[in-house]
Every structure is written in structure tokens, then in C-alpha cells.
């Protein structure tokens, strides 16, 4: 279950990003929060603030994707992790100086965002850097552990923290820039010579366009980047949901709203413990079937009449959650050669966080005019249907091909991007992505 954790850089980056994330859920506990106490508790304005961190996805992740194939990526997560901490610390003085607006809360979780979107896919293409392809998937698994664990303690610790403090959210935004702090010391501390850097991409035009290019002409990409669109945009919203539930439907404060972010977070914790155990790339079906067990589970819970009952089922929608994703972020990492990894994560983290601009908003006008129930069903609702829909396509033997289309001319790849991965890593990367012999591709209905 933990057997990445025996290389020592990733050992390293584990311990210092549990530190991080704990502090990275603090300071979202405390932004929700915040903004409500600004905005005379409006849903509209806290989908707002969700839109405003997870939009700048959509325009800096491309170039965030092709950075990490250009760009020693250990250099580039400490100038993101730098410039995260700096934003956490002007929010964090401007409330402990009550000079605080709302519109300073949207300019600076703007910027957060802009900061995440360039660090994710460095982040996530940096993991088979420390690990290699052979325990890459164990690794996936064990980041969203870690994310997880951190989201059990730092919502309960920010939840305590605010009402000791009175309401007064600027300690948990203290912590959270320390945090990374902690992040950039063990980036500094690892052994370089340890490290298995792929082959850096040189500069050259239309480089953006042949990622995309690669991620379209492998269908199977496109499969696991539309449910990701989806689920992520329709069914990740529980930072609105939760806290509107908490504060509206249920009548309470930051204590309940944060035990609540920890009981959805022990489930989450569950399914990313239960994802360590899977050594091969998961299958397309497998994909479906966990977000359809996510939908209807999203919707169960919306349905939960009091206060206890919807805990208790957060907790097996957190777990569903997190297999879905897990299995989705390994089937597209371990579906990808080397050079390309960083610009196809790019657009995965476009897929599934880029519609949270739509969605957010959207499940906070539906939460604020129809009641913070709907916005749980009509979202899982959705995930519902479009999950049925892929099901459907793949009963019928229509599934997209796991073999890449014919290439056209505007296809083709430069030069410096076709050099192949190394003999064992390439050959485990054709097992896993159908294309070695004896594999049976889609069409054949393997």
C-alpha cells in the first residue's frame, strides 16, 4: 500500500506535502467562510469565489503543462509554491488589519488560482519523475491519500480555530502560508541524482497544439477528459454545498461546517486508501461505473433529512468520489509517452477543474433561489445521465478506440518531441495503453 514511499525524494515530497495541503484546506475553510460573512451569507457570491480560483485553469494550465516538459519541473514547483505562500500571507495580514473587502477576497483567490493552475500539471508530471512508470500509479494514489488526510484534519482544525477565534479567519490563512514554506525546503533537500527527468522538449511552435492533437487522436484520453469535464464540473462542488447546507439548511455554524468537510474527507480518505492496492491502469469501464456509484450517491445524499444522516452518507460519497478520480488521473498518466505527459495532464486539469467556473456558479443560483438540496441533486443528476450515456456507448461496442486515429499532416509532432521513453518504460506504457501485441484493443471488445 505504501510502497512508494520507499524512494526517499518522494518520501521527502509526501511528508512536506501533507503539511501543505493540511494548510491548503484551512485556507479554503477560512475563504468560504470569509466570503460569507461578507456577502450576508449569498450562494451566488461563494460559487463565485469558487469560479474566480478554478478559472484561471482554463488559461494558464496549457502553458503551466508545457513549462514542465520544457523546464526542470523542481525549480518550477518552488516558484509556484513561493508565489502561493505570498498570496496566503497578503490575505491573511489584510483580515488581521480588518481592512479586508470582498472584492480583495475574489482578486487574491484570482491569483491562487492562476498560481495552482501553472503548478498542477508541473506537480502531477513530476511524480513519475521521483517514482518512475513502475510504481507511478501507487504514487497517484497515495498524492490523493495524502490530499485527503489533510482535508480530514485541516477543515476540523480551521472549524476550531475560527469560532475560538470568534469568527475571525486570519490564523488558518497564517498557517496555510507557512505551510509552504515547508514544500520549497524539501524540494531543495531532495538528491538530484535520484531523479529520473524525462528528455526536455526545446522551444519550437505549435507545441500547445500538439498536445491536443496527441490527447485527441487517443480516444480512450478523450473518454476519461469527458467524464472528468463532467463529474468535475457538475459533482465536485461540496465546498459550496457543504457550507450551504451547514449554514442554511441545517441552521448552523463553523464548527458543524467543518466537521462536516471532515466526515466527507474520511471517506475520501477511504476510497484513495482503497485506489493504493492497483498496480495496472484501470479499465474505461471501471471509470463509468464509479462515477455512475458517484452520481447516485451524490443524489442519496441530497435526499438526507437532518443534520446526522447527511454525515453519515458523506462519508461513502467521498470515498466514490476519490475512486473515480484516482482511477482517472492513473488511466491518463499512464496512457501518455514521457515528453508529452505534462501538456496531456495540462488538459486533464482543464477538463476536470476548468468547468468548475460554469459549475460552481451555477450550483450556487440553483442552491440560493431553489434550496441547497437541489444543487446536490440536479448536480448528481447530471453525472447521472452523462455516465449512463458513456455506459451505454461502450455496451454497444461503440466505445472509443484505445488505438490513436490515422495521423493527419497538423498532427505530427516536432522532431525533439519524438524521442521515444526508455526500452521498460515504453514497454510497460504499451501494455498499459493497448497497443502491444496480444493486447485487445476496444474495437475487438476487450
Not at 489533510?150 to 480555530?161: F, K, W
Request: charged fraction near 15%; aromatic fraction near 8%.
Amino acid at each position: 500500500m505504501f510502497r512508494a514511499l520507499r524512494v526517499p525524494n518522494y518520501r521527502r515530497y509526501a511528508s512536506a506535502n501533507l503539511v501543505s495541503q493540511t494548510g491548503t484546506w484551512m485556507q479554503r475553510i477560512g475563504q468560504d467562510w470569509l466570503v460569507l460573512q461578507l456577502s450576508d451569507d449569498s450562494g451566488v457570491a461563494l460559487g463565485l469565489i469558487t469560479a474566480l480560483q478554478f478559472a484561471p485553469t482554463v488559461l494558464f494550465s496549457p502553458y503551466g503543462g508545457l513549462l514542465a516538459d520544457r523546464y526542470p519541473k523542481r525549480r518550477l514547483l518552488q516558484i509556484s509554491q513561493a508565489s502561493m505562500g505570498l498570496l496566503a500571507l497578503v490575505l491573511a495580514v489584510l483580515v488581521a488589519t480588518g481592512s479586508v473587502a470582498l472584492w480583495h477576497v475574489f482578486v487574491l483567490a484570482a491569483g491562487l488560482g492562476a498560481a495552482a493552475a501553472i503548478d498542477a500539471p508541473v506537480r502531477q508530471s513530476f511524480v513519475s519523475e521521483m517514482v518512475g512508470p513502475e510504481l507511478l500509479t501507487n504514487a497517484v494514489s497515495l498524492n490523493s491519500t495524502i490530499f485527503n488526510g489533510a482535508r480530514l484534519v485541516g477543515p476540523s482544525v480551521a472549524g476550531l480555530l475560527i469560532g475560538a477565534a470568534s469568527g475571525n479567519t486570519a490564523p488558518a490563512f497564517f498557517i496555510n502560508a507557512a505551510s509552504f514554506g515547508v514544500t520549497i525546503l524539501a524540494l531543495a533537500s531532495m538528491r538530484a541524482d535520484e531523479l529520473r527527468p524525462s528528455a526536455p522538449v526545446a522551444r519550437g511552435k505549435g507545441q500547445l497544439r500538439a498536445g491536443a492533437a496527441y490527447a485527441w487522436a487517443h480516444r480512450d484520453l478523450v473518454l476519461a477528459m469527458g467524464l472528468a469535464f463532467v463529474v468535475g464540473t457538475f459533482g465536485f462542488n461540496y465546498q459550496i454545498t457543504i457550507a450551504l447546507m451547514a449554514r442554511e439548511e441545517f441552521q448552523l455554524g463553523a464548527e458543524a461546517f467543518g466537521l462536516l468537510a471532515t466526515v466527507f474527507a474520511v471517506g475520501s480518505l477511504s476510497g484513495a486508501l482503497l485506489s493504493t492496492r492497483r498496480s495496472r491502469r484501470p479499465r474505461r469501464r471501471f471509470l463509468v461505473g464509479s462515477a455512475l456509484v458517484f452520481a447516485v450517491l451524490t443524489i442519496v445524499t441530497g435526499l438526507m433529512p437532518g443534520y446526522v444522516w447527511f454525515g453519515v452518507l458523506l462519508v461513502p460519497t467521498g470515498a466514490a468520489a476519490l475512486v473515480f478520480s484516482v482511477a482517472n488521473n492513473s488511466f491518463v498518466q499512464l496512457g501518455v509517452d514521457p515528453q508529452m505527459r505534462g501538456r496531456v495532464m495540462a488538459l486533464y486539469f482543464m477538463c476536470f477543474m476548468g468547468g468548475t467556473p460554469i459549475g460552481a456558479p451555477l450550483i450556487g443560483v440553483i442552491a440560493e433561489h431553489l434550496g441547497p438540496r437541489w444543487g446536490l441533486l440536479l448536480g448528481g443528476g447530471i453525472v447521472l445521465v452523462a455516465a449512463g450515456v458513456a455506459g451505454a456507448l461502450l455496451a454497444r461496442g461503440r466505445a472509443v478506440r484505445l488505438e490513436p486515429l490515422r495521423e493527419r499532416p497538423w498532427m505530427r509532432l516536432h522532431v525533439s518531441e519524438r524521442a521515444v521513453a526508455p526500452p521498460a518504460e515504453r514497454a510497460a506504457e504499451e501494455v498499459v495503453a493497448g497497443r502491444a501485441p496480444g493486447v485487445q484493443s476496444a474495437s475487438s471488445g476487450g
